[in-house]
């Protein structure tokens, strides 16, 4: 049977555990159990394959996922090279098979490139304090208004349209729980930006935070500043969003918000189909104890050396329970690992230079198409097409996955679709949409 | 001559610093391919303000630098790879490193979540008979393949009580756990808006029966048991506990952070489970890379069917296709579909198994811990008498006598070469040390390991100073916890 092959002990090896055990057979280890709970058939599964079957079975189903396309899909997901060095270490398996480093001596390594990545992560948003990862940006939202919240001892949160409408979603499932209550403010249809008109009307001494996205979902960047005197004038925080983290190379940092959530996947991280990513949270120094999640500190060894391990373990749930800040239990270690990698790839003068390519290509794709909005764009951004579904199948037959038809969020632009470009997108595919769009 | 402490001989290991104090100004370690397009000015297109100035102390190394200082701190670390990983209640078994090759097959790695559902087909091929054989593994009849990790899935399967009993009349307002639970659960029963009552655990290391009598009434809502549960015990009447739950219209959650000892046993379905998670980076072999990214798929009974978040996979005209039309949903719980590379690594492994090998692994990680238990017992005090599964939890006390507590034992063990079992947890069980071998161990190894135990035993009698010192063989001795939360520092910053 091929799955033997993960399983290491022989025959003889199961009978001297048993005879130690003072067990005549296997089925003892389990007979105990209540017969009503014991499944007296076998699991309805085909036998187990060999390795070379396995890697053959999602070859097949690979194949049936438009490898080799262009794609101009962004979204909250990007098309990024990655950087062969990222899968590299990744694969390493002393990092891939090591557990949440509780044990601080045997997981110097895990630990320390976890203070690198909230280091970077801090310099990228301007931020102080950043954890070591969550579990996406969409999911980052909701733990970013529960912070807010208990900062604030406020119960509101008001959520712009122009955030990840999926984002949102996730938001708004949170709400379900009855304690916080979510409402949702619109945009400006000229520029694409929050309508702060809007918002004034709707803030008051019972909101907790005001969550916008800059870039936000039709790509226009925000006036965080406006925003944020607005929601400090009301005793609320400012929460800002990204999805497009590569923005950071290039755009200045949102260090006016008091909690920055956002996606990572452009650092290194394949689309994967929507997953797994890596969220960041991060915010002010004086809010540190109501981070959620895990957060790695400086310390010294027995030695005197300088060390790191987990630290303010006491917002947790493992210690806490039913007080817990969270009940988020573990990080995405691995993937802030990679992300970590890229970003030392790239380094200071690459991030930058690769921030200026997307932009370029943007600009230049954009260029003579009819933009639906005004306001300034990094690497996506909204034009109007009479029939979204038609450009775009038009596209398919040339090998080109295009935009994304925005009526299926908003009925409201059932004529418009978001573009995007990143490094990766060639000038001739480019020519080819500009064309179709046209 | 260095000496052998078990499977461990010192030896030298590189300083590294931190990448920021590796960088050196105008170092890099990338060259991007020159533009096709001509270069935009972000001072004219976004605006100077928009524009930011260098991103201050983000380090500069060459690539040559890159590698070396991961390689470097990969060496400060232990992972299964190394060797034997008991951490209770976490399953740490063998990750099939197949199972990495087939989540970087280019068509599922670049698939878009966004990309037409033409173009999608392998993919959500893999989600749907992922679920359906999480299924029939979980005698459940539906499966959510959404929730980002464990707690996640905690969280929508508490959630979904919630709008089940709403449309039902009433939320209720109360979840029950007992104390033998992850802290996970009663965190989660806050997130989702409940109160959180614990039940005792009686003398078996059970729940107990009259005070979870005791605690059910009308404004419960439901019972979250992990089963076997944290002491690695067999909830014998799990039967019954759902049948009480279930008569006063409660609902039974189970946490399979222990489903590693039921696969192809028991199914929660048939013994009165209404929604349970499974971490998929447990019992289903995806590496926990540092603490995450996991995956946790949750499975319902039919009446919780219509409450699964949105949107669901289906087959419509014999193609894969979104089901957003959930009116019940309890929505989303994260973006897109869920943790779709980590699925793909599930599946490689319940292929690679079939249905009667994955029986097997189950027996034989029941094989691993009680034979670990039957090597430990005369030196170690088992928390409770009751058989064990997939894991076996002793109690320090015999050590504690000696000043020696299960964080120092646990410390000493990495001297053997070993990872620590889990530590303090349960918080039942007096200084607990909670020990999962796993299936995947050797017996060489699982012997190497309990002949460290009883070497630190004998050390624990003898000098119990080297235990309560320890550990002394790695490159970082005893780390300072307190310390680094008194002022926490947590990023770099130049002096």
Same mark, same amino acid.
């Given at each position: 049977?091929?799955?033997?092959?993960?399983?290491?002990?022989?025959?003889?090896?199961?009978? *001297?555990?048993?005879?130690?055990?003072?067990?005549?057979?296997?089925?003892?280890?389990?007979?105990?159990? /209540?017969?009503?709970?014991?499944?007296?058939?076998?699991?309805?599964?085909?036998?187990?394959?060999?390795?070379?079957?396995?890697?053959?079975?999602?070859?097949?189903?690979?194949?049936?996922?438009?490898?080799?396309?262009?794609? =101009?899909?962004?979204?909250?997901?990007?098309?990024?090279?990655?950087?062969?060095?990222?899968?590299?270490?990744?694969?390493?398996?002393?990092?891939?098979?090591?557990?949440?480093?509780?044990?601080?001596?045997?997981?110097?390594?895990?630990?320390?490139?976890?203070? *690198?990545?909230?280091?970077?992560?801090?310099?990228?948003?301007?931020?102080?304090?950043?954890?070591?990862?969550?579990?996406?940006?969409?999911?980052?939202?909701?733990?970013?208004?529960?912070?807010?919240?208990?900062?604030?001892?406020?119960?509101?949160?008001?959520?712009?349209? #122009?955030?990840?409408?999926?984002?949102?979603?996730?938001? &708004?499932?949170?709400?379900?729980?009855?304690?916080?209550?979510?409402?949702?403010?619109?945009?400006?249809?000229?520029?694409?930006?929050?309508?702060?008109?809007?918002?004034?009307?709707?803030?008051?001494?019972?909101?907790?935070?005001?969550?916008?996205?800059?870039?936000?979902?039709?790509?226009?960047?925000?006036?965080?500043?406006?925003?944020?005197?607005?929601? &400090?004038?009301?005793?609320?925080?400012?929460?800002?969003?990204?999805?497009?983290?590569?923005?950071?190379?290039?755009?200045?940092?949102?260090?006016?918000?008091?909690?920055?959530?956002?996606?990572?996947?452009?650092?290194?991280?394949?689309?994967?189909?929507?997953?797994?990513?890596?969220?960041?949270?991060? #915010?002010?120094?004086?809010?540190? %104890?109501?981070?959620?999640?895990?957060?790695?500190?400086?310390?010294?060894?027995?030695?005197?050396?300088?060390?790191?391990?987990?630290?303010?373990?006491?917002?947790?749930?493992?210690?806490?329970?039913?007080?817990?800040?969270?009940?988020?239990?573990?990080?995405?270690?691995?993937?802030?690992?990679?992300?970590?990698?890229?970003?030392?790839?790239?380094?200071?003068?690459?991030?930058?230079?690769?921030?200026?390519?997307?932009?370029?290509?943007?600009?230049?794709?954009?260029?003579?198409?009819?933009?639906?909005?005004?306001?300034?764009?990094?690497?996506?951004?909204?034009?109007?097409?009479?029939? /979204?579904?038609?450009?775009?199948?038009?596209?398919?037959?040339?090998?080109?996955?295009?935009?994304?038809?925005?009526?299926?969020?908003?009925?409201?632009?059932?004529?418009?679709?978001?573009?995007?470009?990143?490094?990766?997108?060639?000038?001739?595919?480019?020519?080819?949409?500009?064309?179709?769009?046209? | 001559?260095?000496?052998? $402490?078990?499977?461990? %001989? /010192?030896?030298?290991?590189?300083?590294?610093?931190?990448?920021?104090?590796?960088? #050196?100004?105008?170092?890099?370690?990338?060259?991007?391919?020159?533009?096709?397009?001509?270069?935009?000015?972000?001072?004219?297109?976004?605006?100077?303000?928009?524009?930011?100035?260098?991103?201050?102390?983000? /380090?500069?190394?060459?690539?040559?630098?890159?590698?070396?200082?991961?390689?470097?701190?990969?060496?400060?670390?232990?992972?299964?790879?190394?060797?034997?990983?008991?951490?209770?209640?976490?399953?740490?078994?063998?990750?099939?490193?197949?199972?990495?090759?087939?989540?970087?097959?280019?068509?599922?790695?670049?698939? +878009?979540?966004?990309?037409?559902?033409?173009?999608?087909?392998?993919?959500?091929?893999?989600?749907?008979?992922?679920?359906?054989?999480?299924?029939?593994?979980?005698?459940?009849?539906?499966?959510?393949?959404?929730?980002?990790?464990?707690? +996640?899935?905690?969280?929508?399967?508490?959630?979904?009580?919630?709008?089940?009993?709403?449309?039902?009349?009433?939320?209720?307002?109360?979840?029950?756990?007992?104390?033998?639970?992850?802290?996970?659960?009663?965190?989660?029963?806050?997130?989702?808006?409940?109160?959180?009552?614990?039940?005792?655990?009686?003398?078996?290391?059970?729940?107990?029966?009259?005070?979870?009598?005791?605690?059910?009434?009308?404004?419960?809502?439901?019972?979250?048991?992990?089963?076997?549960?944290?002491?690695?015990?067999?909830?014998?009447?799990?039967?019954?506990?759902?049948?009480?739950? +279930?008569?006063?219209?409660?609902?039974?959650?189970?946490?399979?952070?222990?489903?590693?000892?039921?696969?192809?046993?028991?199914?929660?379905?048939? =013994?009165?489970?209404?929604?349970?998670?499974?971490?998929?980076?447990?019992?289903?072999?995806?590496?926990?890379?540092?603490?995450?990214?996991?995956?946790?798929?949750?499975?319902?009974?039919?009446?919780?069917?219509?409450?699964?978040?949105?949107?669901?996979?289906?087959?419509?005209?014999?193609?894969?296709?979104?089901?957003?039309?959930?009116?019940?949903?309890?929505?989303?719980?994260?973006? =897109?579909?869920?943790?779709?590379?980590?699925?793909? %690594?599930?599946?490689?492994?319940?292929?690679?198994?079939?249905?009667?090998?994955?029986?097997?692994?189950?027996?034989?990680?029941?094989? $691993?811990?009680?034979?670990?238990?039957? %090597?430990?017992?005369?030196?170690?005090?088992?928390?409770?008498?009751?058989?064990?599964?997939?894991?076996?939890?002793?109690?320090?006390?015999?050590?504690?006598?000696?000043?020696?507590?299960?964080?120092?034992?646990?410390?000493?063990?990495?001297?053997?070469?070993?990872?620590?079992?889990?530590?303090?947890?349960?918080?039942?069980?007096?200084?607990?040390?909670?020990?999962?071998?796993?299936?995947?161990?050797?017996?060489?190894?699982?012997?190497?390991?309990?002949?460290?135990?009883?070497?630190?035993?004998?050390?624990?009698?003898?000098?119990? *100073?080297?235990?309560?010192?320890?550990?002394?063989? #790695?490159?970082?001795?005893?780390?300072?916890?307190?310390?680094?939360?008194?002022?926490?520092?947590?990023?770099?910053?130049?002096?």
């Amino acid at each position: 049977m091929a799955a033997l092959r993960y399983l290491p002990n022989s025959d003889q090896d199961r009978a *001297e555990m048993l005879a130690a055990c003072g067990l005549a057979s296997l089925e003892q280890l389990y007979s105990h159990l /209540p017969a009503e709970a014991l499944i007296e058939r076998p699991l309805v599964l085909k036998p187990g394959i060999s390795e070379y079957e396995i890697v053959d079975y999602f070859k097949r189903r690979g194949a049936e996922c438009g490898a080799g396309y262009a794609s =101009f899909l962004g979204a909250g997901v990007y098309r990024h090279y990655r950087p062969v060095m990222c899968d590299v270490v990744v694969s390493r398996g002393e990092f891939l098979t090591s557990y949440t480093p509780y044990q601080a001596e045997m997981a110097q390594g895990t630990l320390t490139t976890i203070f *690198e990545f909230q280091t970077m992560v801090s310099q990228l948003t301007g931020m102080e304090v950043a954890n070591a990862s969550m579990y996406d940006g969409s999911t980052a939202v909701p733990e970013a208004a529960l912070m807010a919240m208990r900062i604030t001892g406020r119960d509101r949160c008001l959520v712009a349209r #122009t955030v990840h409408p999926e984002y949102r979603e996730v938001l &708004h499932t949170q709400a379900r729980n009855a304690r916080v209550h979510v409402e949702t403010f619109g945009y400006d249809t000229r520029t694409g930006q929050i309508g702060l008109a809007e918002l004034e009307r709707l803030i008051d001494a019972r909101t907790a935070c005001v969550i916008v996205q800059s870039p936000n979902f039709f790509g226009s960047i925000e006036d965080l500043k406006a925003v944020a005197d607005l929601a &400090h004038k009301h005793g609320a925080l400012l929460v800002d969003v990204f999805t497009e983290a590569v923005a950071l190379g290039l755009l200045a940092p949102p260090e006016c918000a008091d909690i920055v959530v956002g996606e990572l996947q452009s650092f290194a991280i394949s689309p994967s189909y929507g997953g797994p990513y890596a969220g960041i949270i991060a #915010t002010k120094e004086k809010f540190i %104890r109501q981070i959620p999640g895990r957060l790695v500190g400086e310390t010294v060894d027995a030695g005197g050396n300088r060390a790191f391990c987990l630290t303010l373990s006491t917002r947790e749930q493992h210690i806490r329970r039913e007080k817990a800040t969270s009940n988020i239990c573990t990080n995405q270690a691995l993937i802030a690992l990679m992300a970590t990698v890229f970003m030392s790839v790239y380094g200071k003068a690459g991030l930058r230079e690769l921030a200026m390519q997307n932009h370029s290509k943007a600009r230049y794709l954009a260029d003579g198409l009819d933009r639906r909005f005004t306001a300034p764009f990094f690497n996506e951004f909204v034009v109007r097409a009479k029939s /979204p579904e038609a450009v775009n199948k038009a596209l398919l037959e040339k090998k080109i996955v295009g935009g994304l038809a925005l009526g299926r969020f908003y009925p409201e632009l059932e004529d418009s679709m978001l573009l995007c470009a990143t490094e990766m997108s060639a000038k001739a595919a480019m020519d080819t949409v500009k064309e179709a769009l046209s | 001559m260095a000496a052998t $402490t078990g499977k461990t %001989r /010192p030896n030298i290991t590189q300083n590294e610093k931190l990448l920021f104090e590796l960088s #050196t100004p105008g170092k890099r370690g990338y060259q991007l391919p020159p533009m096709d397009v001509p270069e935009a000015d972000p001072a004219e297109t976004l605006g100077a303000g928009n524009v930011r100035d260098e991103i201050r102390d983000f /380090p500069e190394v060459s690539e040559v630098e890159v590698i070396r200082h991961f390689t470097r701190l990969s060496t400060w670390n232990y992972g299964i790879d190394l060797g034997l990983f008991p951490l209770g209640s976490c399953t740490m078994k063998y990750n099939p490193r197949v199972n990495e090759t087939v989540a970087r097959t280019e068509g599922l790695a670049w698939a +878009h979540p966004y990309q037409p559902e033409s173009l999608s087909q392998g993919a959500m091929e893999i989600v749907a008979t992922l679920e359906c054989m999480l299924g029939e593994i979980f005698g459940m009849d539906a499966v959510t393949l959404q929730p980002a990790a464990g707690a +996640h899935g905690e969280f929508t399967g508490i959630m979904m009580v919630r709008e089940y009993l709403a449309s039902k009349g009433n939320p209720r307002k109360k979840v029950l756990a007992p104390d033998s639970a992850h802290g996970t659960n009663p965190a989660t029963a806050i997130i989702a808006g409940y109160e959180v009552a614990n039940i005792r655990s009686n003398e078996r290391g059970m729940i107990d029966l009259e005070s979870l009598a005791a605690a059910i009434d009308e404004d419960v809502a439901a019972l979250m048991v992990t089963n076997p549960n944290t002491v690695g015990v067999f909830e014998q009447d799990i039967a019954k506990i759902c049948g009480m739950l +279930h008569g006063k219209g409660a609902q039974v959650y189970m946490d399979g952070a222990n489903m590693n000892a039921l696969v192809g046993i028991a199914r929660p379905g048939d =013994f009165g489970i209404d929604v349970m998670h499974s971490n998929l980076h447990k019992t289903f072999s995806t590496p926990h890379g540092g603490g995450g990214p996991g995956a946790g798929a949750v499975g319902v009974r039919s009446h919780l069917e219509p409450f699964l978040p949105a949107p669901r996979v289906k087959l419509a005209d014999g193609r894969w296709t979104w089901d957003y039309a959930r009116p019940q949903s309890i929505g989303r719980v994260r973006a =897109f579909y869920g943790n779709f590379g980590v699925l793909v %690594r599930a599946l490689a492994y319940i292929l690679a198994h079939g249905g009667e090998g994955l029986k097997k692994a189950t027996v034989d990680a029941l094989l $691993t811990a009680n034979y670990v238990r039957a %090597r430990l017992e005369k030196r170690f005090k088992i928390a409770y008498d009751a058989p064990s599964m997939h894991e076996c939890v002793f109690s320090d006390t015999l050590q504690e006598a000696r000043g020696v507590r299960t964080g120092d034992v646990a410390k000493r063990l990495i001297d053997y070469g070993f990872h620590p079992y889990t530590v303090s947890f349960p918080l039942i069980v007096h200084g607990s040390m909670m020990i999962e071998p796993t299936e995947t161990e050797p017996k060489q190894e699982l012997d190497a390991f309990c002949d460290a135990m009883l070497a630190i035993a004998d050390e624990i009698e003898s000098n119990p *100073e080297i235990v309560l010192n320890a550990p002394h063989n #790695t490159r970082t001795p005893r780390v300072d916890e307190v310390r680094a939360a008194r002022k926490p520092k947590v990023r770099w910053q130049r002096e």
